[in-house]
């Protein structure tokens, strides 16, 4: 028998459709070396040739016959899993976006290891990218950042480490097992304050629902909009990348977090792209935002997330209000979190993802108030310049799981001196996804262009 899943994970397979496949991509961008033609070449050669780790050699076992396990998989095809692709001759960068939409868009194969790569050879500017797939029952946004740097080198040296699908990372060894008496009663007291939070945090939402007001963390309050659309099969990307540098100055002087920046910037492109799309929207957008609860030593496999629901900016409002705005929300959120152990936060988190996943397959998520607008995460990056077999890391993109009932996802990641922006989107509502992405580096301008210092 294999190993247990744990809850969390099980509800990622569980909650999966087709329509709705629940995995995390990455797109990361690398300039060709001088004279170095077959790179690429040479990079699939050495990514055919190593092995998976855990999680990436086992399959989910589902069958109702016993608990659900992940166990070994019987066969690896590294042909299947490492593919060497071009673009055609004359491809632009929103050639390459449809593409990467195009491979988001399906299930990972269950009967396989639950990950993919590509690397994708002719990319404009003498690039070429690498994409990653991998579910999110294997993985969440910070290992994975923790496995790609793994995976390069911090000089331009030649040669090729194991990729993330198979690197080695230390795991946090678990607590020494409490006495039985304390296990039972710590299990009891835990699931006790997890249904409470869910309890109050529902509570809070059908309050605010009525018209009364509500502060901190508040799930199933926000107002439809075309990002809530029924999630199709089709999938919209784009890309954008700031100067890391600036963005904390400017963060910094109007005594906000990176975080709070990103998230105003996000939140104002949102309203600029719907009212170009004839759509305007009149409400504050919410923001479901995922927490890590991961140790800064557990690189374990599996998602260890929890989440905050964040209400932005007014519609009216001005770029530098809405940072105001967006920070006082995100400080009022955090606190509730914070206030919760790791484990209620975690089953807090699971039980919304159970209930969320509930509304959509019963379709009462149609008629109900949606859990938020869109997602909005920040995953810990890098401040160093990485490579790949002599080629710099130019671009570092997460393109995120569409969340059940939320069809945007803007994640970013600070990579050297950049803070990279990947967006995708439910490609049936939300089309022409780089637009969004202009909208944002415009409000940064904006933004910018009024900040002393620029």
């Known amino acids: 028998m294999g190993k247990k899943i744990p809850l969390m994970d099980l509800l990622w397979l569980l909650a999966e459709t087709q329509a709705n496949p629940i995995h995390v991509c990455g797109l990361m961008l690398f300039e060709k070396p001088a004279g170095r033609d077959d790179i690429v070449r040479e990079i699939v050669a050495a990514y055919r040739k190593a092995r998976p780790t855990a999680p990436f050699d086992c399959i989910p076992d589902l069958e109702v016959t016993h608990a659900p396990v992940w166990k070994k998989a019987d066969y690896y095809n590294p042909r299947y899993h490492v593919q060497h692709i071009a673009l055609p001759d004359g491809a632009s960068y929103e050639d390459l976006l449809h593409l990467v939409g195009d491979l988001h868009e399906t299930m990972l194969d269950r009967a396989r290891p639950l990950f993919r790569v590509w690397l994708i050879d002719r990319v404009p500017g003498n690039r070429f990218a690498l994409f990653l797939k991998m579910h999110h029952a294997t993985i969440d946004g910070v290992s994975a950042a923790r496995r790609v740097n793994a995976s390069l080198k911090t000089t331009r040296r030649r040669g090729v480490l194991p990729p993330m699908f198979a690197v080695e990372l230390p795991v946090r060894k678990p607590r020494p097992p409490k006495a039985l008496i304390k296990q039972v009663l710590g299990i009891s007291s835990t699931a006790t304050s997890q249904y409470l939070a869910l309890l109050g945090s529902l509570r809070k939402g059908l309050w605010n629902w009525m018209g009364g007001k509500t502060e901190g963390s508040v799930p199933f309050a926000a107002h439809r909009g075309p990002m809530n659309e029924p999630v199709m099969n089709a999938r919209t990307v784009a890309t954008l990348?700031?100067?890391?540098?600036?963005?904390?100055?400017?963060?910094?002087?109007?005594?906000?977090?990176?975080?709070?920046?990103?998230?105003?910037?996000?939140?104002?492109?949102?309203?600029?792209?719907?009212?170009?799309?004839?759509?305007?929207?009149?409400?504050?957008?919410?923001?479901?935002?995922?927490?890590?609860?991961?140790?800064?030593?557990?690189?374990?496999?599996?998602?260890?997330?929890?989440?905050?629901?964040?209400?932005?900016?007014?519609?009216?409002?001005?770029?530098?209000?809405?940072?105001?705005?967006?920070?006082?929300?995100?400080?009022?959120?955090?606190?509730?979190?914070?206030?919760?152990?790791?484990?209620?936060?975690?089953?807090?988190?699971?039980?919304?993802?159970?209930?969320?996943?509930?509304?959509?397959?019963?379709?009462?998520?149609?008629?109900?108030?949606?859990?938020?607008?869109?997602?909005?995460?920040?995953?810990?990056?890098?401040?160093?310049?990485?490579?790949?077999?002599?080629?710099?890391?130019?671009?570092?993109?997460?393109?995120?799981?569409?969340?059940?009932?939320?069809?945007?996802?803007?994640?970013?990641?600070?990579?050297?001196?950049?803070?990279?922006?990947?967006?995708?989107a439910n490609g049936a509502s939300l089309r022409r996804l780089p637009a969004l992405a202009a909208h944002v580096e415009a409000a940064w301008q904006d933004l910018l262009s009024t900040s002393p210092g620029r």
């Open 241 to 424: 990348s700031l100067p890391l540098k600036a963005m904390r100055r400017v963060a910094r002087h109007y005594d906000a977090t990176l975080n709070d920046l990103a998230m105003a910037l996000i939140d104002e492109g949102v309203h600029r792209y719907l009212a170009e799309l004839g759509q305007p929207f009149d409400h504050r957008l919410v923001a479901m935002c995922p927490v890590s609860m991961r140790e800064k030593t557990d690189s374990a496999a599996g998602s260890k997330i929890s989440a905050v629901f964040v209400r932005l900016g007014t519609p009216e409002a001005t770029v530098l209000e809405r940072l105001a705005q967006v920070s006082e929300s995100m400080d009022a959120a955090k606190a509730e979190v914070r206030s919760m152990s790791k484990e209620t936060a975690l089953g807090y988190a699971a039980g919304l993802l159970g209930l969320a996943g509930l509304t959509a397959v019963t379709h009462v998520d149609r008629v109900t108030p949606p859990s938020a607008n869109l997602v909005i995460s920040n995953v810990p990056g890098w401040e160093r310049q990485l490579y790949l077999h002599g080629a710099p890391l130019v671009g570092a993109y997460p393109v995120s799981a569409i969340a059940v009932g939320v069809g945007l996802n803007a994640t970013v990641i600070s990579s050297n001196d950049r803070m990279d922006f990947g967006f995708v």
